[in-house]
């Protein structure tokens, strides 16, 4: 049995991060589904994993997390020697561009694309929710500038923080893989680079399996 167990939603960009890191790390997991409809991410025993009541939940032996990003961390750091042994740096300067890019994914890139994913997907397909155009509208302008960043940096190195694929990069896949099905994937296409990487990295073996699990339900 894997001590490893995920609580969450296949459709949950957050959950997806896990998965992903999970994957490109070869390691096995329990993955715990959570009705969230159901409000079952606001019961007791749910808030004793997550006390924000938001998925995913992280379970590791006795090893208790939640917030995405940190339980990535936590995986590439402890699973250091399994599976893809890349994503993190350990050359100190390297760490800083890594960092650097992984705080703009969650500050810079992630909130225009999660009201996006949102509005564009989740609403529409999900919930059967009618999209609000004024909120698409204003979260395309702000994400191509965004984008317009990532272009610049993008040409200058295959993957956002140089030269091989790391967690700066898997942090954005969730979103990209949602948007590439709406109309917003023209801001990804109109970029030569943005979509060279956005092709890559959706391509990896590790992220189809997390789309496989998501089609599955």
């Known amino acids: 049995m894997a001590t490893i167990k995920v609580h969450g939603s296949v459709f949950s960009t957050a959950a997806m991060r896990a998965f992903a890191c999970l994957n490109e790390k070869e390691l ?10 159901a409000g079952q991410h606001k019961t007791e025993a749910y808030l004793s994993l997550n006390p924000f009541g ?3 939940a992280f379970e590791d032996g006795d090893l208790k997390l939640f917030e995405s990003r940190a339980i990535t961390q936590y995986i590439a750091h402890s699973y ?12 100190p300067k390297k760490m800083a561009i890594m960092s650097v890019w992984m705080e703009v994914e969650a500050h810079h890139f992630d909130p225009p694309a999660s009201k996006l994913t949102w509005e564009l997907a989740i ?5 059967g929710v009618a999209t609000d155009g004024a909120v698409v509208e204003e979260n395309e302008a702000q994400l191509g500038k965004v984008l317009d960043i990532y272009e610049a ?5 295959k993957y956002v ?5 790391t967690l700066a990069d898997l942090h954005h896949l969730p979103n990209i893989q949602y948007l590439m099905g709406t109309q917003s994937k023209k801001l990804f296409d109109s970029r030569p680079h943005v979509s060279a990487w956005c092709a890559d990295i959706l391509a990896r073996p590790a992220w189809s399996k997390v789309v496989a699990m998501r089609n599955n339900k």
């Open 161 to 165: 923080a140089g030269d091989c694929f």
């Open 123 to 127: 609403k529409p397909l999900v919930l």
């Open 28 to 37: 096995q997991f329990q993955f715990v589904p959570v009705d969230m409809r």
């Open 153 to 157: 940096r993008l040409a200058q190195s």
């Open 80 to 91: 250091a020697e399994k599976g893809n042994n890349q994503l993190i740096c350990h050359d």
């Open 54 to 56: 938001q998925v995913p």
